[in-house]
């Protein structure tokens, strides 16, 4: 059972949200102070965030630059103002993914379960190895030699990625639509930079050669 937290003004919908997703056994919350979310997250403590757009007092692109200062947790737009630009500006904020409205069930659940499997299941139902080192999805770090690494959202995402595909080349295009599902909006050297800190993070804190580059190839870890 998952915890998701829905940051959604319409009660009815709300409601009907919740029952769809607690049919597939996960629990759900449902905000009801819309001038203090973070109040409520931070209490709740949620793996997963469906987030409005328009919302009371804050719209939720504010509350999702507020909750990335803090948290890695997955972050999915639940809007009818499904128009490129915005798609575009949640995804750039840090979302996982945008869902528009009128919601289908179906689709609702098949893109949660998604998005909760690539971050909390990744290797099987425990924590994922790499180099003596585990991956703690649910708390956005590294645990090695007794210390804990602290990941960006960025970095936990492409570390994920190559420790799904350990032993495999994982080519820049494939790490860009993992981390922003497109990237006709992205430089190309950004991938490079968000890797390059990861690298050096690992590697400051005793995890050398984790992330090896193939040039021209993409990146693996061995």
């Known amino acids: 059972m998952y915890r998701i937290f829905l940051v959604e003004d319409d009660h009815t919908l709300a409601l009907a949200i919740q029952k769809t997703l607690a049919e597939y056994g996960n629990e759900l919350k449902i905000a009801s102070d819309f001038r203090d979310i973070m ?10 965030v469906l987030l409005d757009i328009k919302l009371p007092f804050y719209n939720g692109f504010h509350w999702c630059s507020v909750i990335r200062r803090t948290s890695v947790v997955p972050i999915i737009f639940l809007s009818s ?14 979302a996982d993914d ?42 956005g770090c590294v645990e090695y030699g007794g210390k804990s690494i602290d990941l960006t959202k960025n970095e936990l995402r492409i570390l994920q990625v190559l420790i799904e595909n350990k032993g495999r080349i994982v080519s820049r295009d494939e790490l860009m639509n993992a981390l922003w599902q497109s990237d006709l909006y992205v430089e190309d050297n950004t991938l490079t930079v968000n890797v390059g800190r990861l690298r050096k993070k ?20 061995e």
């Open 98 to 139: 945008f869902i528009a409205k009128p919601v289908d069930p179906m689709v609702l659940n098949a893109k949660v379960m998604a998005v909760l499997r690539r971050t909390y299941e990744i290797g099987g139902s425990s924590a994922p190895e790499f180099h003596g080192a585990v991956l703690q999805a649910d708390r």
């Open 39 to 48: 109040k409520e997250f931070e209490e709740y403590r949620p793996q997963l």
């Open 202 to 221: 690992l590697e400051e804190n005793g995890l050398k050669n984790v992330i090896v580059t193939r040039p021209g190839s993409g990146y693996i870890i």
């Open 81 to 94: 103002a499904a128009d490129n630009m915005n798609i575009v500006t949640a995804i750039g904020m840090g």
